[in-house]
T-cell receptor, first 112, second 113 residues
Framework: AQTVTQSQPEMSVQEAETVTLSCTYD???????LFWYKQPPSRQMILVIR??????QNATENRFSVNFQKAAKSFSLKISDSQLGDAAMYFC?????????FGTGTSLTVIP | DAMVIQNPRYQVTQFGKPVTLSCSQT?????MYWYQQKSSQAPKLLFH???????NEADTPDNFQSRRPNTSFCFLDIRSPGLGDAAMYLC????????????FGPGTRLTVT
């Protein structure tokens, strides 16, 4: 089984600033995927960014990027130029085959 | 737009009264999942269908059952809801092995009175 750990239950960031959310995982698999999901209050869970473990290049989606350190089993999410709409619960997740493992989430507050 | 749809969005049931939650998808994904999510917690996987193969999580109570009559639909049946079953229930889909990311529906919030 895999475990995913998010050590920051809550984070806050000033609007327009940059924030990094931490995630570590533990797996014995060689082939797996990593994801960051965003869940705004009372709204749908949506995918923010994904990373294939076999790719060395860090994934980037507009203002969102990851720092994937495979040896350290670390997968942090950087949000640049934070916006009010980024306020949400962020879940880190890993996947092998049809098994999905979520972290406990980080609640991000964006301060105007 | 292709999507995952959950009905109803809000469900109120009485203690012990069976309830069924519905999920449908237009993505033609082969895997469908049911999660239970309680306030400010991570989603907890209850079970999933890989095509027609049912996979139950070891700690999912027997009170929870699921049916997948076809590719598009999947149902969550709670046979005798207790107060502790009040939660958000999320349906998700994925296409394996093409892509391992999961697409989530908006959820059904279940209240047990």
């Amino acid at each position: 089984a895999q475990t995913v750990t998010q050590s920051q239950p809550e984070m806050s960031v000033q609007e327009a600033e940059t924030v990094t959310l931490s995630c570590t995982y533990d797996t014995s698999e060689s082939d797996y995927y990593l994801f960051w999901y965003k869940q705004p209050p009372s709204r749908q869970m949506i995918l923010v960014i994904r990373q294939e473990a076999y790719k060395q290049q860090n994934a980037t989606e507009n203002r969102f990027s990851v720092n994937f350190q495979k040896a350290a089993k670390s997968f942090s999410l950087k949000i640049s130029d934070s916006q009010l709409g980024d306020a949400a619960m962020y879940f880190c997740a890993s996947n092998t085959g049809n098994q999905f493992y979520f972290g406990t989430g980080t609640s991000l507050t964006v301060i105007p | 737009d292709a999507m995952v749809i959950q009905n109803p969005r809000y469900q109120v049931t009485q203690f012990g009264k069976p309830v069924t939650l519905s999920c449908s998808q237009t993505l033609n994904h082969n895997v469908m999942y049911w999660y239970q999510q309680k306030s400010s917690q991570a989603p907890k996987l209850l079970f999933h269908y890989y095509d027609k193969d049912f996979n139950n999580e070891a700690d999912t109570p027997d009170n929870f059952q699921s049916r997948r009559p076809n590719t598009s639909f999947c149902f969550l049946d709670i046979r005798s809801p207790g107060l502790g079953d009040a939660a958000m229930y999320l349906c998700a889909t994925s296409r394996i092995p093409d892509s391992y990311e999961q697409y989530f529906g908006p959820g059904t919030r279940l209240t047990v009175t």
